[in-house]
Protein backbone atom coordinates (compact mmCIF):
# COMPACT_ATOMS: atom_id res chain seq x y z
CA UNK A 1 0.00 0.00 0.00
CA UNK A 2 0.97 3.62 -1.14
CA UNK A 3 2.53 5.21 2.28
CA UNK A 4 0.46 7.93 3.75
CA UNK A 5 2.03 11.39 3.97
CA UNK A 6 4.25 11.60 7.27
CA UNK A 7 7.34 12.85 6.99
CA UNK A 8 9.02 15.17 4.52
CA UNK A 9 12.49 13.29 4.27
CA UNK A 10 10.33 9.95 3.20
CA UNK A 11 9.17 12.32 -0.43
CA UNK A 12 11.01 12.70 -3.95
CA UNK A 13 13.41 14.85 -4.55
CA UNK A 14 11.72 16.21 -6.91
CA UNK A 15 8.49 17.24 -5.12
CA UNK A 16 8.54 20.96 -4.18
CA UNK A 17 8.50 21.34 -0.12
CA UNK A 18 9.00 23.71 2.57
CA UNK A 19 12.85 23.66 2.83
CA UNK A 20 12.68 24.47 6.51
CA UNK A 21 12.86 21.48 9.44
CA UNK A 22 9.00 22.04 10.96
CA UNK A 23 9.97 21.35 14.68
CA UNK A 24 12.69 24.07 14.89
CA UNK A 25 9.88 26.21 14.76
CA UNK A 26 7.05 26.22 17.92
CA UNK A 27 3.19 27.65 17.12
CA UNK A 28 2.46 31.20 17.24
CA UNK A 29 -0.86 30.71 15.45
CA UNK A 30 -4.21 29.25 16.29
CA UNK A 31 -6.66 29.04 13.10
CA UNK A 32 -10.41 28.67 14.05
CA UNK A 33 -12.08 27.11 10.62
CA UNK A 34 -9.60 24.31 9.11
CA UNK A 35 -10.79 24.11 5.87
CA UNK A 36 -9.55 23.66 2.05
CA UNK A 37 -9.66 27.77 1.72
CA UNK A 38 -7.29 27.87 5.25
CA UNK A 39 -4.81 25.55 3.58
CA UNK A 40 -4.45 27.25 0.10
CA UNK A 41 -4.31 30.40 1.67
CA UNK A 42 -3.37 31.54 4.96
CA UNK A 43 -1.21 28.41 5.75
CA UNK A 44 0.38 28.82 2.41
CA UNK A 45 1.62 32.22 2.91
CA UNK A 46 2.51 31.19 6.59
CA UNK A 47 4.73 28.36 5.21
CA UNK A 48 6.51 30.75 2.61
CA UNK A 49 7.16 33.44 5.53
CA UNK A 50 8.65 30.58 7.72
CA UNK A 51 11.19 29.69 4.99
CA UNK A 52 11.83 32.90 4.19
CA UNK A 53 12.56 34.14 7.54
CA UNK A 54 11.60 31.64 10.03
CA UNK A 55 10.32 32.67 13.61
CA UNK A 56 7.79 30.80 15.49
CA UNK A 57 4.71 31.09 13.49
CA UNK A 58 3.37 27.63 12.94
CA UNK A 59 0.02 26.82 13.05
CA UNK A 60 -2.23 25.31 15.49
CA UNK A 61 -5.57 24.57 12.93
CA UNK A 62 -8.91 24.28 14.63
CA UNK A 63 -12.33 22.33 13.52
CA UNK A 64 -15.03 23.82 14.73
CA UNK A 65 -17.66 20.77 15.05
CA UNK A 66 -15.82 18.22 13.10
CA UNK A 67 -13.43 16.09 14.58
CA UNK A 68 -12.48 13.62 11.58
CA UNK A 69 -10.59 16.15 10.29
CA UNK A 70 -8.16 16.88 13.24
CA UNK A 71 -7.46 13.46 13.59
CA UNK A 72 -6.31 13.09 9.54
CA UNK A 73 -4.35 16.22 10.40
CA UNK A 74 -2.45 14.66 13.49
CA UNK A 75 -1.87 11.23 11.61
CA UNK A 76 -0.11 12.99 8.69
CA UNK A 77 1.61 15.33 11.63
CA UNK A 78 -0.08 18.42 9.83
CA UNK A 79 1.71 17.98 6.26
CA UNK A 80 -0.95 18.32 3.16
CA UNK A 81 -0.14 18.91 -0.51
CA UNK A 82 -1.56 22.00 -2.53
CA UNK A 83 -2.05 21.08 -6.01
CA UNK A 84 -1.69 24.29 -7.97
CA UNK A 85 -4.27 23.71 -11.55
CA UNK A 86 -3.07 25.45 -14.25
CA UNK A 87 -4.29 25.55 -17.81
CA UNK A 88 -1.89 23.39 -19.00
CA UNK A 89 -0.85 20.58 -16.37
CA UNK A 90 -0.33 20.88 -12.45
CA UNK A 91 1.82 21.98 -9.67
CA UNK A 92 2.10 20.80 -6.56
CA UNK A 93 3.77 22.03 -2.87
CA UNK A 94 3.88 20.16 0.32
CA UNK A 95 2.77 22.65 2.85
CA UNK A 96 4.38 21.98 6.97
CA UNK A 97 3.38 25.60 8.59
CA UNK A 98 0.02 23.19 10.58
CA UNK A 99 1.89 21.82 13.39
CA UNK A 100 -1.33 19.79 14.50
CA UNK A 101 -5.21 20.91 14.78
CA UNK A 102 -7.96 20.29 17.28
CA UNK A 103 -11.60 20.65 17.21
CA UNK A 104 -13.77 22.68 19.32
CA UNK A 105 -16.28 20.20 20.03
CA UNK A 106 -13.91 17.50 21.59
CA UNK A 107 -14.55 18.27 25.14
CA UNK A 108 -11.28 18.43 26.16
CA UNK A 109 -10.57 21.98 26.61
CA UNK A 110 -6.97 21.74 24.56
CA UNK A 111 -8.60 24.32 22.03
CA UNK A 112 -9.04 27.06 24.92
CA UNK A 113 -5.84 26.14 26.15
CA UNK A 114 -3.47 26.63 23.05
CA UNK A 115 -5.66 30.26 23.01
CA UNK A 116 -4.72 31.00 26.17
CA UNK A 117 -0.88 29.45 25.70
CA UNK A 118 1.48 33.09 25.40
CA UNK A 119 2.93 31.72 22.20
CA UNK A 120 -0.09 32.32 21.03
CA UNK A 121 0.41 35.56 19.05
CA UNK A 122 -2.10 35.68 16.27
CA UNK A 123 -5.89 33.75 16.19
CA UNK A 124 -6.88 33.81 12.66
CA UNK A 125 -10.15 33.03 11.83
CA UNK A 126 -12.43 31.78 8.51
CA UNK A 127 -16.01 30.48 9.56
CA UNK A 128 -18.32 32.54 7.35
CA UNK A 129 -20.49 35.18 8.71
CA UNK A 130 -23.27 32.49 9.99
CA UNK A 131 -20.20 30.78 12.07
CA UNK A 132 -19.84 34.27 14.56
CA UNK A 133 -23.64 34.59 15.44
CA UNK A 134 -23.74 37.83 15.42
CA UNK A 135 -25.87 39.95 13.23
CA UNK A 136 -24.66 43.32 12.35
CA UNK A 137 -27.58 44.79 10.86
CA UNK A 138 -29.32 44.44 14.20
CA UNK A 139 -25.91 45.11 15.89
CA UNK A 140 -26.22 42.23 18.77
CA UNK A 141 -25.51 38.88 19.52
CA UNK A 142 -27.76 36.37 18.29
CA UNK A 143 -28.96 34.37 21.21
CA UNK A 144 -30.84 31.78 19.16
CA UNK A 145 -27.78 30.24 17.39
CA UNK A 146 -27.09 27.11 19.46
CA UNK A 147 -23.58 27.42 19.60
CA UNK A 148 -23.74 31.07 21.45
CA UNK A 149 -26.48 29.91 23.78
CA UNK A 150 -24.36 27.14 25.17
CA UNK A 151 -21.34 29.18 25.42
CA UNK A 152 -23.17 32.21 27.21
CA UNK A 153 -24.85 29.41 29.51
CA UNK A 154 -21.43 28.03 30.01
CA UNK A 155 -18.65 30.20 29.67
CA UNK A 156 -15.68 28.58 30.76
CA UNK A 157 -16.28 25.92 28.14
CA UNK A 158 -16.86 27.84 25.22
CA UNK A 159 -17.15 26.00 21.78
CA UNK A 160 -18.10 28.61 19.45
CA UNK A 161 -15.93 31.46 18.17
CA UNK A 162 -16.98 34.68 20.16
CA UNK A 163 -16.62 32.23 23.38
CA UNK A 164 -13.22 31.00 22.88
CA UNK A 165 -11.89 34.13 21.90
CA UNK A 166 -13.65 35.73 24.82
CA UNK A 167 -12.88 33.29 26.90
CA UNK A 168 -9.38 33.36 26.10
CA UNK A 169 -8.65 36.88 26.28
CA UNK A 170 -10.38 37.20 29.74
CA UNK A 171 -7.90 34.41 30.85
CA UNK A 172 -5.08 35.94 29.80
CA UNK A 173 -5.77 39.46 30.70
CA UNK A 174 -6.07 37.69 34.64
CA UNK A 175 -2.84 35.70 34.25
CA UNK A 176 -0.53 38.85 33.05
CA UNK A 177 -0.01 37.24 29.29
CA UNK A 178 -0.39 39.47 26.64
CA UNK A 179 -3.12 40.09 23.87
CA UNK A 180 -3.45 38.40 20.61
CA UNK A 181 -4.42 39.93 17.58
CA UNK A 182 -7.99 38.19 15.97
CA UNK A 183 -7.06 38.44 12.14
CA UNK A 184 -10.73 37.49 9.97
CA UNK A 185 -10.40 35.85 6.86
CA UNK A 186 -13.78 35.60 5.97
CA UNK A 187 -15.38 37.48 2.57
CA UNK A 188 -16.63 40.11 4.73
CA UNK A 189 -17.36 43.56 3.97
CA UNK A 190 -15.11 45.43 6.64
CA UNK A 191 -14.45 42.29 8.28
CA UNK A 192 -11.89 43.42 10.94
CA UNK A 193 -14.47 45.29 12.26
CA UNK A 194 -17.22 43.01 11.96
CA UNK A 195 -15.48 40.79 14.01
CA UNK A 196 -14.19 43.47 16.80
CA UNK A 197 -18.01 44.57 17.08
CA UNK A 198 -18.96 40.73 17.58
CA UNK A 199 -16.23 39.87 20.25
CA UNK A 200 -16.65 43.45 22.18
CA UNK A 201 -20.62 43.30 22.14
CA UNK A 202 -19.95 39.40 23.32
CA UNK A 203 -17.81 40.56 25.82
CA UNK A 204 -20.10 43.02 27.29
CA UNK A 205 -22.12 40.44 27.49
CA UNK A 206 -19.87 38.62 30.50
CA UNK A 207 -17.91 42.07 31.64
CA UNK A 208 -18.31 46.20 30.65
CA UNK A 209 -14.67 45.87 32.07
CA UNK A 210 -13.50 42.87 30.34
CA UNK A 211 -15.43 44.50 26.71
CA UNK A 212 -13.55 48.21 27.86
CA UNK A 213 -10.36 46.07 28.10
CA UNK A 214 -10.31 44.01 24.34
CA UNK A 215 -11.36 47.22 22.86
CA UNK A 216 -8.10 48.81 23.86
CA UNK A 217 -5.75 46.19 23.93
CA UNK A 218 -6.86 43.93 20.83
CA UNK A 219 -6.20 44.62 17.21
CA UNK A 220 -8.79 43.05 14.68
CA UNK A 221 -7.02 44.03 11.27
CA UNK A 222 -9.31 44.15 8.30
CA UNK A 223 -8.33 41.98 5.22
CA UNK A 224 -8.88 40.96 1.94
CA UNK A 225 -8.47 37.74 0.93
CA UNK A 226 -8.70 35.05 -3.20
CA UNK A 227 -7.95 32.09 -4.11
CA UNK A 228 -10.72 29.84 -5.55
CA UNK A 229 -10.14 26.70 -3.84
CA UNK A 230 -12.78 23.83 -5.28
CA UNK A 231 -13.78 20.82 -2.93
CA UNK A 232 -11.74 18.41 -2.52
CA UNK A 233 -12.05 16.02 -5.31
CA UNK A 234 -10.87 12.21 -6.05
CA UNK A 235 -8.93 13.73 -9.24
CA UNK A 236 -7.37 16.10 -6.10
CA UNK A 237 -6.15 13.26 -4.22
CA UNK A 238 -5.13 11.32 -6.90
CA UNK A 239 -2.95 13.92 -8.74
CA UNK A 240 -1.25 14.27 -4.95
CA UNK A 241 -0.44 10.91 -4.51
CA UNK A 242 0.75 11.02 -8.37
CA UNK A 243 3.07 13.64 -7.39
CA UNK A 244 4.69 12.92 -4.06
CA UNK A 245 4.45 9.44 -4.22
CA UNK A 246 2.48 9.51 -0.95
CA UNK A 247 -1.23 8.99 0.20
CA UNK A 248 -2.28 12.40 1.34
CA UNK A 249 -6.37 12.69 2.52
CA UNK A 250 -6.03 16.49 3.04
CA UNK A 251 -4.54 17.38 -0.24
CA UNK A 252 -6.49 20.31 -2.01
CA UNK A 253 -6.22 22.41 -5.30
CA UNK A 254 -6.44 25.72 -6.42
CA UNK A 255 -5.37 28.08 -8.91
CA UNK A 256 -2.46 29.92 -9.47
CA UNK A 257 -3.41 33.49 -7.90
CA UNK A 258 -3.37 34.23 -4.84
CA UNK A 259 -3.91 37.58 -2.60
CA UNK A 260 -3.77 38.94 0.17
CA UNK A 261 -4.31 42.72 1.47
CA UNK A 262 -3.98 43.22 5.14
CA UNK A 263 -4.37 46.48 7.37
CA UNK A 264 -0.70 46.14 9.79
CA UNK A 265 -2.21 46.75 13.02
CA UNK A 266 -0.56 43.82 14.65
CA UNK A 267 -0.57 44.14 18.99
CA UNK A 268 1.90 41.15 19.43
CA UNK A 269 3.78 40.78 15.92
CA UNK A 270 3.39 38.70 13.19
CA UNK A 271 5.05 36.35 10.44
CA UNK A 272 6.66 37.74 7.07
CA UNK A 273 3.50 36.78 5.06
CA UNK A 274 5.23 39.26 2.45
CA UNK A 275 7.74 36.57 1.22
CA UNK A 276 4.53 34.80 -0.58
CA UNK A 277 3.31 38.43 -1.68
CA UNK A 278 0.82 39.62 1.04
CA UNK A 279 0.18 43.61 0.56
CA UNK A 280 0.09 45.41 3.97
CA UNK A 281 -1.93 48.67 3.93
CA UNK A 282 -3.54 51.20 6.59
CA UNK A 283 -6.58 51.14 4.19
CA UNK A 284 -8.50 47.92 2.74
CA UNK A 285 -11.61 49.13 1.78
CA UNK A 286 -11.32 49.92 -1.42
CA UNK A 287 -9.72 46.60 -2.35
CA UNK A 288 -11.90 44.82 -0.33
CA UNK A 289 -15.20 46.39 -2.78
CA UNK A 290 -13.38 45.52 -5.81
CA UNK A 291 -13.00 41.79 -4.59
CA UNK A 292 -16.53 41.63 -3.32
CA UNK A 293 -18.61 42.68 -6.31
CA UNK A 294 -16.42 42.37 -9.36
CA UNK A 295 -15.00 38.61 -8.22
CA UNK A 296 -17.81 37.80 -6.10
CA UNK A 297 -20.54 39.64 -7.77
CA UNK A 298 -19.93 37.70 -10.75
CA UNK A 299 -18.95 34.75 -9.35
CA UNK A 300 -22.68 34.49 -7.41
CA UNK A 301 -24.42 35.41 -11.52
CA UNK A 302 -22.31 32.99 -12.91
CA UNK A 303 -23.26 30.28 -10.29
CA UNK A 304 -27.29 30.95 -10.30
CA UNK A 305 -27.02 31.73 -14.04
CA UNK A 306 -24.41 28.36 -14.59
CA UNK A 307 -26.79 26.16 -12.30
CA UNK A 308 -30.12 26.60 -13.72
CA UNK A 309 -28.75 25.98 -17.23
CA UNK A 310 -26.90 22.62 -16.18
CA UNK A 311 -23.33 24.01 -15.68
CA UNK A 312 -21.26 21.87 -12.99
CA UNK A 313 -18.82 23.65 -13.01
CA UNK A 314 -17.33 28.05 -13.31
CA UNK A 315 -15.32 26.56 -16.36
CA UNK A 316 -18.08 25.41 -18.17
CA UNK A 317 -20.18 28.55 -17.60
CA UNK A 318 -16.91 30.40 -19.22
CA UNK A 319 -17.37 27.82 -22.37
CA UNK A 320 -21.01 29.09 -22.98
CA UNK A 321 -20.88 31.69 -25.15
CA UNK A 322 -24.33 33.68 -23.48
CA UNK A 323 -23.09 33.20 -19.67
CA UNK A 324 -19.64 34.20 -20.73
CA UNK A 325 -20.87 37.09 -22.17
CA UNK A 326 -22.80 38.06 -19.24
CA UNK A 327 -20.04 37.51 -17.03
CA UNK A 328 -17.97 40.24 -18.58
CA UNK A 329 -20.91 42.78 -18.81
CA UNK A 330 -21.28 41.87 -14.74
CA UNK A 331 -17.75 42.73 -14.53
CA UNK A 332 -17.90 45.94 -16.15
CA UNK A 333 -20.87 47.14 -14.46
CA UNK A 334 -19.19 46.27 -11.09
CA UNK A 335 -15.93 48.50 -11.92
CA UNK A 336 -18.60 51.40 -12.48
CA UNK A 337 -19.34 51.17 -8.77
CA UNK A 338 -16.06 51.56 -7.34
CA UNK A 339 -13.56 54.41 -6.69
CA UNK A 340 -9.60 54.23 -8.14
CA UNK A 341 -7.08 52.28 -6.01
CA UNK A 342 -3.69 53.55 -6.71
CA UNK A 343 -1.62 50.91 -8.82
CA UNK A 344 -5.30 49.37 -9.91
CA UNK A 345 -6.52 49.36 -13.92
CA UNK A 346 -10.08 47.85 -13.09
CA UNK A 347 -10.50 46.77 -16.93
CA UNK A 348 -7.04 44.92 -16.19
CA UNK A 349 -8.21 43.13 -13.11
CA UNK A 350 -11.49 42.38 -14.78
CA UNK A 351 -8.98 40.54 -17.74
CA UNK A 352 -7.62 38.44 -15.12
CA UNK A 353 -10.71 36.99 -13.54
CA UNK A 354 -12.15 36.21 -16.96
CA UNK A 355 -9.15 34.55 -17.22
CA UNK A 356 -9.23 32.36 -13.54
CA UNK A 357 -12.42 31.70 -13.99
CA UNK A 358 -12.25 29.74 -17.87
CA UNK A 359 -9.01 27.70 -16.42
CA UNK A 360 -9.96 24.32 -17.72
CA UNK A 361 -7.66 22.49 -14.75
CA UNK A 362 -9.65 23.94 -12.27
CA UNK A 363 -13.38 22.22 -10.88
CA UNK A 364 -14.97 24.35 -9.08
CA UNK A 365 -18.48 23.63 -8.78
CA UNK A 366 -21.81 26.42 -9.23
CA UNK A 367 -23.48 24.55 -6.29
CA UNK A 368 -20.64 25.06 -3.93
CA UNK A 369 -20.32 28.93 -4.61
CA UNK A 370 -24.27 29.40 -4.96
CA UNK A 371 -24.52 28.47 -1.57
CA UNK A 372 -25.57 31.14 1.39
CA UNK A 373 -26.96 33.32 -0.93
CA UNK A 374 -28.52 35.51 1.46
CA UNK A 375 -25.49 36.09 3.23
CA UNK A 376 -23.55 37.07 0.38
CA UNK A 377 -26.13 38.79 -1.85
CA UNK A 378 -26.38 42.30 -0.06
CA UNK A 379 -22.44 42.81 -0.71
CA UNK A 380 -22.43 41.51 -3.68
CA UNK A 381 -25.13 42.69 -5.55
CA UNK A 382 -27.45 45.01 -3.57
CA UNK A 383 -24.83 47.07 -2.08
CA UNK A 384 -23.62 47.80 -5.73
CA UNK A 385 -26.68 47.95 -7.12
CA UNK A 386 -27.44 51.04 -4.74
CA UNK A 387 -24.43 52.54 -5.79
CA UNK A 388 -24.92 52.31 -9.35
CA UNK A 389 -27.67 53.91 -9.15
CA UNK A 390 -26.82 56.79 -6.91
CA UNK A 391 -24.27 57.08 -9.48
CA UNK A 392 -26.56 56.50 -12.61
CA UNK A 393 -24.52 53.98 -13.61
CA UNK A 394 -25.73 50.41 -15.01
CA UNK A 395 -28.31 48.50 -12.60
CA UNK A 396 -29.22 46.18 -15.24
CA UNK A 397 -26.76 43.62 -14.80
CA UNK A 398 -27.89 43.03 -10.94
CA UNK A 399 -31.03 42.91 -11.22
CA UNK A 400 -30.88 39.94 -13.86
CA UNK A 401 -28.49 38.21 -11.22
CA UNK A 402 -31.04 39.07 -8.33
CA UNK A 403 -33.48 37.13 -11.08
CA UNK A 404 -31.38 33.95 -11.13
CA UNK A 405 -30.58 33.74 -7.81
CA UNK A 406 -34.38 34.21 -6.60
CA UNK A 407 -35.31 32.13 -9.20
CA UNK A 408 -32.44 29.45 -7.77
CA UNK A 409 -34.43 29.54 -4.53
CA UNK A 410 -37.56 28.16 -5.59
CA UNK A 411 -35.47 24.91 -5.24
CA UNK A 412 -36.41 23.29 -8.23
CA UNK A 413 -34.77 22.97 -11.79
CA UNK A 414 -35.53 23.94 -15.34
CA UNK A 415 -36.03 20.31 -15.62
CA UNK A 416 -38.56 19.91 -12.75
CA UNK A 417 -35.93 18.09 -10.68
CA UNK A 418 -35.92 19.33 -6.48
CA UNK A 419 -32.69 20.41 -5.07
CA UNK A 420 -31.79 21.32 -1.76
CA UNK A 421 -30.99 25.78 -0.88
CA UNK A 422 -28.11 25.73 1.64
CA UNK A 423 -28.70 28.47 3.01
CA UNK A 424 -29.85 29.58 6.85
CA UNK A 425 -32.72 31.54 5.56
CA UNK A 426 -33.99 28.55 3.00
CA UNK A 427 -37.08 28.08 3.85
CA UNK A 428 -37.96 32.08 3.86
CA UNK A 429 -36.42 32.31 0.50
CA UNK A 430 -38.51 29.19 -1.03
CA UNK A 431 -41.31 29.99 -0.01
CA UNK A 432 -41.14 34.03 -1.54
CA UNK A 433 -39.67 32.45 -4.30
CA UNK A 434 -42.63 30.37 -4.94
CA UNK A 435 -45.03 33.12 -5.71
CA UNK A 436 -46.19 32.83 -9.13
CA UNK A 437 -46.53 37.12 -9.50
CA UNK A 438 -42.96 38.46 -10.11
CA UNK A 439 -44.16 41.74 -8.70
CA UNK A 440 -45.74 40.18 -5.78
CA UNK A 441 -42.78 38.08 -5.18
CA UNK A 442 -40.43 40.96 -5.54
CA UNK A 443 -42.35 42.67 -2.98
CA UNK A 444 -42.07 39.28 -0.96
CA UNK A 445 -37.92 39.65 -1.24
CA UNK A 446 -37.71 43.11 -0.37
CA UNK A 447 -39.46 42.42 2.96
CA UNK A 448 -37.33 39.58 4.45
CA UNK A 449 -35.43 41.84 7.42
CA UNK A 450 -31.80 42.53 6.74
CA UNK A 451 -31.42 41.28 3.18
CA UNK A 452 -32.05 43.99 0.18
CA UNK A 453 -31.65 48.09 1.47
CA UNK A 454 -34.28 49.55 2.13
CA UNK A 455 -33.53 52.39 -0.17
CA UNK A 456 -33.00 49.82 -2.75
CA UNK A 457 -36.13 48.38 -1.94
CA UNK A 458 -37.51 51.67 -2.52
CA UNK A 459 -36.53 52.51 -5.57
CA UNK A 460 -38.79 52.59 -8.48
CA UNK A 461 -36.12 51.71 -11.29
CA UNK A 462 -34.78 49.09 -9.26
CA UNK A 463 -38.22 47.06 -9.08
CA UNK A 464 -39.10 47.64 -12.28
CA UNK A 465 -36.01 46.11 -13.50
CA UNK A 466 -35.89 43.73 -11.12
CA UNK A 467 -39.95 42.69 -11.82
CA UNK A 468 -38.72 42.74 -15.70
CA UNK A 469 -36.16 40.21 -15.43
CA UNK A 470 -38.03 37.94 -13.55
CA UNK A 471 -41.09 37.98 -15.68
CA UNK A 472 -38.84 37.39 -18.53
CA UNK A 473 -36.89 34.27 -17.06
CA UNK A 474 -39.76 32.71 -15.99
CA UNK A 475 -41.25 33.29 -19.46
CA UNK A 476 -38.49 32.41 -21.47
CA UNK A 477 -36.81 29.81 -19.43
CA UNK A 478 -33.60 29.85 -18.39
CA UNK A 479 -31.83 29.06 -21.71
CA UNK A 480 -33.50 31.87 -23.94
CA UNK A 481 -33.51 34.08 -20.96
CA UNK A 482 -29.59 33.82 -21.14
CA UNK A 483 -29.35 34.18 -25.07
CA UNK A 484 -31.71 36.77 -24.99
CA UNK A 485 -29.97 38.55 -22.32
CA UNK A 486 -26.45 38.01 -24.00
CA UNK A 487 -28.65 39.69 -27.15
CA UNK A 488 -29.16 43.13 -25.69
CA UNK A 489 -25.63 43.00 -24.29
CA UNK A 490 -24.21 42.74 -27.33
CA UNK A 491 -26.65 45.05 -28.92
CA UNK A 492 -25.79 47.67 -26.67
CA UNK A 493 -23.19 50.63 -27.62
CA UNK A 494 -22.12 51.10 -23.70
CA UNK A 495 -23.04 49.44 -20.54
CA UNK A 496 -26.72 47.97 -20.18
CA UNK A 497 -28.60 50.04 -18.14
Known sequence: ??????????????????????????????????????????????DAALQESGGDWRIIAASMRNTQLPAQVNAQNGLYTLVVRKKHGADARVIASIDHALSANDGTGNLLNALCASGTRIVTVTVTEKGYGFDRGQGGIDRSNATVAHDLS?????????????????????????????????????????????VIEYARLQSPELARWISDNVSFPATMVDRITPAQSPQTLATAESITGCRDLLAIET?????????????????????????????????????????????????????????????????????????????????????SISGINFDDYAQHLLERFSNPEIAHETAQIAGDGSQKMPQRIFQPALAAINRNAPVRPFAFATALWIHYCTGVSPNGVSYKINDPLASTLGKAASNDNPLHCVKEFSQIPGLIPVELAANAQWNQMLVSQLASLRECGIRAFLDKEASVAAASDGPIR
Open 154 to 198: FPHSPTGVLGLIVCSLQIRRQSGIAPFTVLCCDNLPDNGRYVAQA
Open 255 to 339: EPFHQWVIEDTFVNGRPEWEAAGALFTDNVAPFEEMKLRMLNGAHSMLAYGGFLADKKYVRDVMRDASLAALVSRHLQAASSTLV
Open 1 to 46: MTPLLTNLNNLPGQVNRSRYTPSDHKTGIVHLGLGAFHKSHQAFYT
